[in-house]
């Protein structure tokens, strides 16, 4: 059973909906990278894949993710054939990042049974 995860709003918990939304985009790529290195377009299918098609993601937000994330030790990356024999950048979550997986994971997991009894309060 996962332990109470408390929340002190404006303290810890994002302060604005753009933060909210890039920790989200930070996890599902995270957890797209988790079984294997994907390029680009393999995270964003992937991502498509593991929300039911709720979560689209546009280049636009995701190269700029991928390289936030490097810089944080989260992911690495390297250059090699795509399916298309077309060269592309590859990434993999590093040791920090799989850490970060866990962490994150367990943070939303902990939100996410929070929020249906504060929707169903009166």
Not at 18 to 46: F, N, P, V, W, Y
Not at 48 to 74: C, D, Y
């Amino acid at each position: 059973m996962l332990t109470p995860y408390k929340v002190s709003i404006g303290d810890c918990t994002p302060s604005t909906q753009a933060e909210l939304l890039q920790e989200t985009l930070d996890l599902l790529i995270l957890k797209s990278l988790a079984l294997e290195e994907l390029h680009g377009m393999g995270i964003s299918r992937r991502i498509m894949q593991i929300t039911n098609g709720t979560f689209e993601v546009k280049a636009g937000s995701l190269f700029p993710a991928l390289h936030r994330m490097e810089e944080a030790g989260w992911l690495s990356s390297f250059w090699g054939e795509a399916e298309v024999n077309r060269r592309a950048e590859f990434h993999r979550l590093t040791k920090t990042g799989k850490k970060q997986l866990q962490t994150e994971s367990g943070r939303w997991e902990r939100i996410s049974l929070a929020m249906p009894n504060a929707l169903r309060a009166t």
